[in-house]
């Protein structure tokens, strides 16, 4: 049995397959998925796992070289955002675009990882780096 790393199978497996300049979505309980696009959903009640700790978790395992956020969450959600733009490595792009973009751009993503986050615009597109 697996003692270290990320747990969830299906999410490891997404991780373990992950490319340069692939792109995963985190999204609150809210963010709807593409019907075409894999959905891991983690959620097990509003609020768990937070947004927060399945960032976490993925930065711990993932070179991530670009995100993309909402512009709504600097008016909207100012804390969530000061929490994630703290984690991220000096040279990770940040870019914004309208929610409506994001949730476009989730046609193309990977997957879309379900947290049980319950905040606005809690949604987060990392791209993967390369490790040279």
Not at 9 to 25: E, I, M, R
Not at 37 to 57: H, M, N, W
Not at 85 to 114: F, G, P, T, W
């Amino acid at each position: 049995m697996k003692k270290t790393g990320i747990l969830n199978s299906n999410l490891a497996k997404l991780a373990d397959d992950l490319g340069h300049t692939d792109q995963v979505c985190i999204g609150d309980l809210g963010l709807p998925v593409p019907a075409t696009t894999p959905k891991i959903d983690l959620a097990l009640k509003a609020g768990s796992p937070s947004f927060q700790e399945v960032v976490d978790i993925y930065l711990e395992n993932i070179l991530v070289e670009k995100v993309i956020l909402a512009e709504e969450i600097k008016s909207k959600n100012p804390q969530q955002l000061e929490q994630l733009l703290a984690k991220l490595d000096s040279h990770v792009q940040v870019e914004y675009l309208s929610h409506e973009e994001l949730k476009e751009l989730n046609k193309n993503v990977k997957a879309v990882i379900r947290t049980g986050e319950n905040t606005p615009y809690s949604n987060v597109i990392l791209q993967s780096g390369v490790i040279i």
